[in-house]
Every structure is written in structure tokens, then in C-alpha cells.
């Protein structure tokens, strides 16, 4: 055999132990000592790396917290209470508990409601339109529905409605918050789910004075002040013409949604109305009120006046 | 030697000038004015007066307290009838001052006299100070407020007065006729500028499309000092204070400064126009030229309007056919800004109402980029559309600022010219609104 192919051999050999020394003591000199923890935490995240929870992703959130040796401020809304109950043995720690949460679109001027003023034919995404046009509809604080909200979301829990051209946050929504910072004009919320995921809430953000608002758009809140005058628990506030429903306070009576003439507050996954006449009874408030209407407010007479209202 | 011109880019769009043989006529008074409170550049002025209060032709109406802002006159005599949010042009509601017109009555300090006045009497800093209490504003569209460019920074020395008569935007002939019909003022209200700067040179840029313009203002130009005219060779968008400079003395102002870095300050004829009645004439910036043009107009005419009148009578007055138009434009068809409504009032920054035919009001399909490299090619910035817009849409925006998107003077060139119908500068304003807001986070750290 060639004597020139065994030298080699010899030589690379050679220049690999040397190497393999230098590196193993390398390795050792500059050794990163990592918690342990911080692996175990991870992988019982979600590893959803939805920054939901502020941080980058879900490695910089177990970081985070195993470093902080605190869950206090850390939540993993996507895992909720279920996770973070889990959590707390591992770590030694006591969880927060928050309660769950879902993202709402507070506007409701769809085409119907809200009618296009004029045609548009450039760049539709919300970014670029919410500085250049108050909206089809007219309405300088409603949806553009662009989609933006939708493209953001990483868990399919958004879609737009193909008829009213607004998005629809589904039952799966984690409140990861993507979207409601995707929005230019800060209209999705998120707020608390309620018992049996039942939510009261006013679904505008038209800040203009009533008749203005009314102008662009015939479900927007007038602020007129009807609901937080029937609201006993001290929940709803009306700010620049627009109210605003405290969900920590608001104990899902419905006595609101009854009032407001523009029909702007909603509710969802309630069961249907009980019929009018029983209400009625319940509440007193609009007897006092309307004048006009002194005897005795009859079924037909109710319903003309939602059917009314609710044009 | 070929005609002056800037060095980069530039497209040579249709002319179009319909009106420009159409004379200035005076504009009936409107029933009811409206004056947003933010005409200008810059922080919107705040209201002077309330409902039920009556005011004069002249009297300030709101003031302008931050650095870059300016005030706004009535152009009208009669009541305020309300100080609420109106619909201006874009569909935003905007505070403004609604004032129902009563007869006709000025303030008494506005001299109304024909006669032309050739001598300043007043004092350099003087002259700032009624340029700015008159609430004049860059008249070319932008409506930067006069007052702030003549502020020289300290270290900075002007050389140069540069006046803008380019007019390069299609259609638009206000400029024009203002150059033709009122000259001499215009020419004895660069010699207030120029006492202003304290500069001995002035220059008119004019392109050659208006051979008239320069003949009659080179014969005024001869007996004042230090006051000349140049002919430019027609290029898109050369009314750009950047490419003016170009065009004209052949500087070039680096990335992201002002032109008084290459000693020059760049002003509108119609500012110095207005400048003129506001020195001389102690008259606050309440009228201005409109040119009313478009293929569905009937007489394409000049006015000199009122500020505060709306668009609607204007165009009733030139014969437009609404029913045959699919959009109007406040200002011209390349930089304009498409109305939402015509009810919205004449600004400060209006020069023109453009009235687009049904069937090229709409955007061509948009197809995919084919690389032809046209959009770069025509960039008066030296900026690659293409790339900007796409890596906008990314929202790339570190490398958008690293390919000087805040360079774009959104001129519309590359729009124009790409083939493909790409919203290349709709993209690109998206990419300046996102590293903008980008640059304000980094300065508030």
C-alpha cells in the first residue's frame, strides 16, 4: 500500500483527537448551565408561540417564569386555568387564576347597517384604508373589513362574514390578543367569556354625538344614556357619547339590551326572549316614561314598538 | 444645450390644459362657508369664535399656537352658525367653523384698492411677522406654513430664492393664469421674500408649456434686481421643491434634509401672490385660485374663490355633468386627493377640482410584476417602487426604512408608469405610515 494514504490517515486522525480535546474542554470552560425546569415547562406549554402571553414565545415564557420563581403576572391564556393548575406543582408555585376570556367585535355596522356611501377600489387592507377614508359606511371608528383581524389570528378562530363583511370570532378563540392588536382601530376587545359563555356588551365604537352617529350607521350607540340609567350594579358608563359596559360589574341582566333604541347592546348565548308581557312586569321604567303611551301598553302595541326601534 | 431639467427620473404625463386660456373670473359669494380648522400642515388651529358671533371679511377666526400651524380668516362676513365636526374632503369628521354669509363687509385694516403698491416699508422680521399672523400657507397643495420656512435655523444661510411656476401637474392652469394676469404683484411679492431671507437672488423655474408665462414675467423680471426667469423642459413632477432645485441649480439635497441645507428656499407663485396681499395690502389668505377642469366639464374655467366656498357650487358654475362622472379630485390627477363628497369646502390647498369621466375612474385589474424595472426607471428619488412596496405589504419595516421609503415624495410616477396596474403607491404610503410610527417609538426611548 501507498505510504502517502497511511500518513494521511495518521495526520487527519491526529488533528482530530487534538480537536475533540481543545473542544471537550471548550465545552466545559463555557457551559451553560440552564434550569431544568425551564424544559419541563416547556413542554407542557401549548406551544401554540402566540405571544398571547407577552412574551416572544413559549420558550421565553417558561424562561420567564422559572427565572421570575413567580407565576404572579404569568398567564398562558391559550392553556388557561386548566394549565397553569398543572403548572404550579411543578414549579413549586401558586398560579394565578384569571378568568377566561374571548375577543369581541365591537362594531355592528355591517353593508345593512351601515350603507356604503361610495365605491372603493383600491387597496383594502384596514392599515392602509383607516388612513385614507373614514369607511364605506361613513363611520370613522367602525370595521373596514379588510380581514386584518382574521389573517392575524393563528388558532382558525376568526373568519369574515361573506354577507355582512365583518369578522366572527368563533367559540374557539383562546384570547391570545393577535388580533386585537391587528386592528388599526382598536375595535376587538377581549372580554370575559361569563358564566355559560354568555356576554352582554355594546357593539359600537362611534364616539360622535347621537345624530351624527346615527347618520352612518342605524346601530350605533347614541349615547344616550338610557342603559346606564337602568343599570343597577353600576356598570355601564357612557365617554364621549359612547357607552361602555364593565364586564367585571355587569351581572348579565339584560335590562340594558331591553332599552337601548338603537338596539347597539348585545347578547350572546342567551336563551330566547321571554314573551313581552312578562318583562313588562319586571321592569316598570318605560311606562313612567312614555308619555304618550299611557294605557295599558298591549302585546301589538310592544311589538310595534320594537319592530320601530328596531328599524 | 437641451432645456433644464432634474437629473432622475420624471414621466411627461398628457397636458391636458383645457383652461388655460380661460381667464381668472371673481366667484360669486356662497351662502354658507365652512373652514375646517386643519387646512394647513401641521397641528390644527383652534377656534377663535362661537356660535351666534358675528364676523367680518378678515377677521381671524381661529388661531394656530403650535410651531407648525397657522391661522384662518373668514373669507366671509355674517354669523357663525356652528363650530361642530363637518365632513371634509377624505369622509373624516373635522371641527370647522360654519358661517352664514350677510352682505359683504371687510375689515377695515385690508386695503381693497386696485393700486399696486411697489415699496416695502417693513423690516425683515416684520415681514415674518405678517406673513404668519395673515395665516399664509404653501400654496402649491401642500400647505406648509409659510412662516416656518422663513425661520432660517442658525448656521444656515440662504442663497437662493427659488419660485415655484413649474405647474407640472396635468389639467391644473391656476398657477398659470395667476403668473399671466397678475405678474407684477407676483414679481413685487418676491422682492418682499427676498428682503425677508435677506438673499439678492431670486429664480422663477417655468416650463416650456407656457411660453406666455415666461415672455410676460421675464419683461417685469428685467426691471427688478436680482429677479430672473428660467425655461424648463416639461417633466413630471418637477414641481417638487427637490427636483426644482435639481432642475434648477443643479443641487442635489441628501436623503431626508430640507433644501435649506443646499441654501435654497422653494416657494409657490401663488404664495408669493398671496404674500404680496398680505405685506402690502395687510389682506390674510382668504381667496384663492381654483382651476375647475375634467372631460365632463362644459366651460373648464378659473376661479378665484372664496376659501370656505363648496365644491359643489364650483363645479355647478363650470358646467360639469355629475351623472357622466365617476370621480372628482381636489387637485390634480397625479397627487390629488379623491373626493368623498362634494359638499366638502374650498381649503387652503385646494388648486384644483379635476372631474374624471365615468369609464377612467376605475383602477385597471391588477396583475402580477413582471420585473420591467419602469417603476425605477421613472422615480424622481432614485427609490425601486417595486421593492418598497412589496416588502411594505410585509411589513418588512426595518428594511423598508433601510431602502428610504421616508425619501418617497408620493408623485404617483410609478403608478403611472407600471404596466401591470400594481397599487405601488398605495403600498408604499402604508410602508411610510408603518416606519414613521416606527421612528416616533425610537425617539420617545
Not at chain 2, 396681499?277 to 376661479?303: C, D, F, H, M, W
Request: hydrophobic share 40%; with cysteine.
Amino acid at each position: 500500500m501507498d505510504s502517502s494514504i497511511i500518513n494521511a490517515i495518521i495526520t487527519m486522525s491526529a488533528i482530530g483527537v487534538v480537536s475533540a480535546i481543545i473542544l471537550f474542554f471548550i465545552a466545559q470552560k463555557f457551559k451553560v448551565i440552564e434550569d431544568p425546569r425551564i424544559d419541563i415547562v416547556e413542554e407542557a406549554l401549548p406551544k401554540a408561540n402566540c405571544g398571547g402571553c407577552g412574551y416572544a414565545g413559549c420558550r421565553a415564557f417558561a424562561e420567564g417564569m422559572v427565572k421570575a420563581g413567580t407565576m404572579e403576572g404569568f398567564f398562558c391564556p391559550v392553556g388557561g386555568n386548566d394549565l397553569m393548575k398543572s403548572l404550579g406543582p411543578l414549579l413549586g408555585l401558586i398560579p394565578e387564576e384569571k378568568a377566561p376570556q374571548i375577543a369581541v367585535l365591537r362594531c355592528n355596522g355591517s353593508i345593512k347597517n351601515s350603507i356604503p356611501k361610495f365605491e372603493y377600489d383600491g387597496d383594502h387592507t384596514c392599515s392602509f384604508t383607516t388612513n385614507l377614508t373614514a369607511g364605506l359606511g361613513g363611520c370613522q371608528f367602525g370595521c373596514l373589513g379588510g380581514g386584518e383581524c382574521v389573517d392575524a389570528c393563528n388558532f382558525d378562530a376568526m373568519y369574515m362574514d361573506p354577507i355582512t363583511n365583518l369578522p366572527v370570532v368563533k367559540d374557539n378563540c383562546v384570547a391570545c390578543n393577535a388580533c386585537v392588536l391587528a386592528c388599526p382601530r382598536n375595535i376587538l376587545e377581549l372580554r370575559n367569556r361569563g358564566p355559560k359563555d354568555k356576554r352582554i356588551y355594546v357593539a359600537c365604537m362611534n364616539e360622535e354625538k347621537g345624530p351624527l352617529a346615527k347618520l352612518n350607521c342605524t346601530v350605533a350607540c347614541i349615547g344616550c344614556n338610557a342603559c346606564v340609567k337602568v343599570c343597577n350594579f353600576d356598570a355601564i358608563h357612557v365617554n364621549n357619547f359612547l357607552a361602555y359596559i364593565d364586564y367585571e360589574k355587569c351581572t348579565l341582566c339584560r335590562k340594558c339590551v331591553e332599552v337601548c333604541p338603537t338596539d347597539a347592546i348585545h347578547e350572546i348565548n342567551f336563551k330566547p326572549r321571554v314573551p313581552k308581557v312578562e318583562t313588562e312586569k319586571n321592569t316598570p321604567q318605560p311606562k313612567e316614561k312614555l308619555l304618550v303611551v299611557e294605557k295599558e301598553i298591549s302585546k301589538s302595541d310592544t311589538a310595534e314598538f320594537e319592530a320601530s326601534s328596531n328599524n | 444645450m437641451g432645456l433644464l431639467t432634474f437629473k432622475i427620473g420624471g414621466i411627461h404625463p398628457l397636458e391636458n390644459k383645457m383652461s388655460a386660456q380661460a381667464a381668472i373670473e371673481e366667484f360669486p359669494l356662497p351662502t354658507k362657508a365652512v373652514f375646517p380648522l386643519s387646512q394647513h400642515l401641521g397641528v390644527p388651529a383652534k377656534a377663535l369664535v362661537k356660535r351666534g358671533d358675528t364676523v367680518k371679511v378678515g377677521q381671524i377666526i381661529a388661531k394656530g399656537e403650535a410651531f407648525i400651524s397657522a391661522d384662518i380668516h373668514s373669507s366671509v362676513s355674517g354669523k357663525v352658525a356652528k363650530v361642530e365636526p363637518v365632513l371634509d374632503s377624505s369622509g373624516f369628521r373635522r371641527e370647522s367653523v360654519i358661517i352664514d354669509v350677510e352682505g359683504d363687509e371687510w375689515d377695515e385694516s385690508i386695503d381693497r384698492s386696485p393700486e399696486i403698491i411697489k415699496e416695502c416699508k417693513l423690516e425683515s422680521s416684520e415681514i415674518v411677522k405678517r406673513i404668519h399672523a395673515c395665516g399664509i400657507v404653501g400654496m402649491g397643495g401642500a400647505t406648509f406654513p409659510t412662516q416656518v420656512k422663513y425661520m432660517v435655523p442658525q448656521g444656515k444661510t440662504v442663497e437662493y430664492l427659488i419660485i415655484n411656476g413649474v405647474e407640472c401637474e396635468p389639467y391644473l392652469t391656476s398657477d398659470h393664469r395667476l403668473m399671466l394676469e397678475k405678474g407684477e404683484e407676483l414679481i413685487i411679492g418676491i422682492t418682499i421674500m427676498m428682503k425677508s431671507l435677506k438673499v439678492d437672488k431670486a429664480i422663477i423655474g417655468i416650463e416650456n408649456n407656457k411660453p406666455d408665462a415666461i415672455a410676460h414675467l421675464s419683461k417685469i423680471a428685467a426691471n427688478y434686481k436680482g429677479i430672473s426667469v428660467v425655461s424648463l423642459k416639461v417633466q413630471y413632477p418637477q414641481g417638487g421643491e427637490k427636483q426644482l432645485i435639481d432642475a434648477v441649480l443643479k443641487r442635489q439635497i441628501p436623503s431626508g434634509k430640507l433644501p435649506i441645507e443646499v441654501g435654497c428656499v422653494v416657494n409657490n407663485v401663488g404664495t408669493a401672490f398671496a404674500i404680496y396681499e398680505a405685506v402690502q395690502k395687510n389682506k390674510p389668505l382668504i381667496e384663492r385660485i381654483v382651476t375647475v377642469t375634467g372631460k365632463t366639464v362644459s366651460k373648464p374655467s378659473n376661479y378665484k374663490v372664496r376659501i370656505g366656498t363648496p365644491i359643489i357650487s364650483l363645479i355647478e358654475k363650470a358646467g360639469g355633468n355629475m351623472e357622466s362622472t365617476g370621480k372628482v379630485i381636489n387637485g390634480g390627477p397625479m397627487m390629488g386627493k379623491s373626493l368623498i363628497t362634494v359638499d366638502a369646502a374650498v381649503t387652503k390647498g385646494t388648486s384644483g377640482i379635476l372631474l374624471i369621466e365615468n369609464e377612467k375612474s376605475k383602477r385597471i385589474p391588477i396583475l402580477n410584476c413582471i420585473r420591467c424595472g419602469k417603476c425605477t426607471s421613472v422615480c424622481p428619488m432614485g427609490l425601486e417602487p417595486h421593492l418598497l412596496s412589496i416588502i411594505s405589504v410585509n411589513g418588512m419595516n426595518e428594511r423598508t426604512e433601510k431602502e428610504r421609503v421616508m425619501d418617497c415624495i408620493e408623485c404617483g410616477s410609478c403608478v403611472y408608469t407600471c404596466p401591470s396596474g400594481r397599487p405601488l403607491l398605495d403600498n408604499i404610503r402604508l410602508g411610510k405610515r408603518n416606519v414613521g410610527i416606527m421612528i416616533r417609538n425610537r425617539s420617545k426611548k
